[in-house]
């Protein structure tokens, strides 16, 4: 599962890494990094990059395919670097795994005073109606409507953050982009995300094969299909620490100064990772 998810999981655009990486990042970390694929984006633009993924196997596929990348265990609530340590630190289609309440002070605890914390999900772009009824098709207990579709998505790719996080200069952008794939790469692709992976062996069977009839009604006569795609980013800074330059440690958890920001930020719903 690890080789088809390195090789049929979309990448994002350049337009996007424009956005959302800063120009003067020369350290990076990457939260939930899987196998690679946004780490190795982020390598053709950052200098030092830290690949943070808490699956063995994952982090196996991620270390072959990317040298040059220090690759530890780790996950976001627990990022084992040094406080202050990195220009960005960088989530792709994992936001919704995380404990906002944990994981945020722990990348504030890392980023340096004015760093970036990143979100970005990359996926179809559910607001074409085809694309989501593939969804609907491929997952009918969990997916009723094209709308319940969309709906979903704009769930899962809210960035939700504590109230006290220091964090400011908030933004979010999305883009649009077309992915040409054969059919039986988009199925595998489908293939690689949680709910058909848990699924029992004939649901999951079933699931697969209505999407591959709904694709194949999209396909060219070679049996290729242009995916609308859309990546969905949402970027933030690190507030500069109190005066004294370093934050301040109260009963083993990360204590920071700063103006509170509101409960919550969201980031545009269209598109996505799942």
């Not at 504590?162 to 982009?177: D, K, M, V, Y």
Request: glycine share 10%.
């Amino acid at each position: 599962m690890a080789d088809d998810y390195d090789r049929v999981r979309p990448g994002p655009p350049d337009e996007a890494l424009d956005w959302l990486v800063p120009r003067n990042c020369e350290t990076a970390v990457d939260i939930a990094a899987g196998t690679g694929l946004f780490t190795r984006a982020l390598q053709r633009r950052v200098m030092q990059v830290i690949a943070v993924e808490p699956d063995d196997r994952m982090r196996a596929v991620l270390a072959a395919r990317s040298p040059g990348v220090r690759a530890v265990a780790g996950r976001g609530e627990a990022i084992p670097v040094p406080d202050a340590s990195a220009d960005g630190v960088f989530v792709s289609s994992a936001w919704h795994w995380l404990d906002p309440g944990r994981a945020v002070p722990e990348i504030a605890r890392v980023l340096r005073d004015g760093g970036r914390l990143g979100v970005i999900w990359t996926s179809r772009d559910r607001r074409v109606d085809w694309v989501a009824e593939v969804d609907m098709l491929r997952s009918p207990h969990a997916v009723r409507s094209a709308g319940d579709a969309r709906s979903q998505l704009r769930r899962r790719h809210e960035v939700t953050l504590p109230g006290t996080a220091p964090l400011e200069n908030i933004a979010s952008a999305s883009f649009a982009f077309v992915r040409a794939m054969a059919v039986d790469d988009v199925v595998d692709w489908l293939g690689t995300y949680s709910g058909l992976i848990t699924a029992p062996a004939r649901e999951r069977a079933a699931g697969l094969a209505r999407a591959r009839e709904a694709l194949l009604r999209q396909a060219s006569a070679d049996g290729l299909i242009e995916i609308p795609m859309q990546s969905t980013c949402w970027r933030a800074d690190r507030a500069h620490r109190p005066a004294s330059g370093r934050p301040r440690q109260r009963g083993g958890k990360l204590s920071t100064a700063g103006p509170g920001r509101p409960a919550e930020q969201s980031a545009p719903a269209a598109g996505g990772s799942g």
